[in-house]
């Protein structure tokens, strides 16, 4: 019994800390997680700003599942389609770093929305540049989205994403014409 009663006790301490550890550090903002759009929205507000200026890391986090992943897809140098999947601690990680050293703005440029009940789908075109005042993006691509609705906020559960390429380029239908 009191082997029982010990194997118990472990089992709730480690419950316990995985859910303090899963917790966010901050609340969400309410405005943050209040639509799809607003989610989305705040995305790209916090990955994006000058050089030499933090991000604030506790804001992404409040917009994610705690399972949440963030998976970039390319291609190999042999031309192998490849991808990585990353939870959301692992890209403030490996990404923060040069987002914040060489200064970084991701714009939306073409939405695509679907949703059914609580889930929606959006397929996001980017472009990307260092500064605002840069003449034309380094980078392009589509972001997709899978967010969920809990009955009181929306969440973010994966982003899977893929820059434009030579022999991938973006489909017209996938950027808003300006005007």
């Not at 301490?13 to 705040?42: F, G, N, Q, R, Y």
């Not at 507000?45 to 998976?71: E, H, Y």
């Amino acid at each position: 019994m009191k082997k029982i009663m010990m194997l118990a006790t472990i089992v709730l301490l480690c419950a316990t800390i995985k859910a303090t550890v899963l917790t966010d550090s901050i609340p969400a903002h309410p405005k943050d997680v209040s639509s799809p759009e607003a989610i989305v929205a705040a995305v790209y507000d916090v990955i994006s700003g000058p050089a030499r200026q933090n991000r604030n890391w506790d804001r992404m986090r409040t917009l994610f599942v705690p399972d949440a992943r963030m998976i970039p897809t390319g291609k190999r140098p042999t031309g192998e389609p490849t991808r990585r999947v990353l939870t959301v601690e692992e890209y403030i990680i490996n990404s923060g770093p040069f987002l914040e050293k060489d200064g970084f703005f991701e714009t939306e440029i073409g939405k695509k929305t679907e949703q059914f009940g609580n889930i929606v789908h959006v397929f996001s075109t980017y472009e990307s540049r260092r500064t605002l005042n840069d003449e034309k993006p380094f980078i392009r691509g589509i972001n997709s989205f899978q967010l969920w609705y809990d009955g009181k906020r929306w969440w973010v559960i994966t982003i899977l994403w893929q820059s434009e390429s030579q022999d991938t380029p973006i489909p017209e239908k996938y950027i808003t014409p300006k005007g």
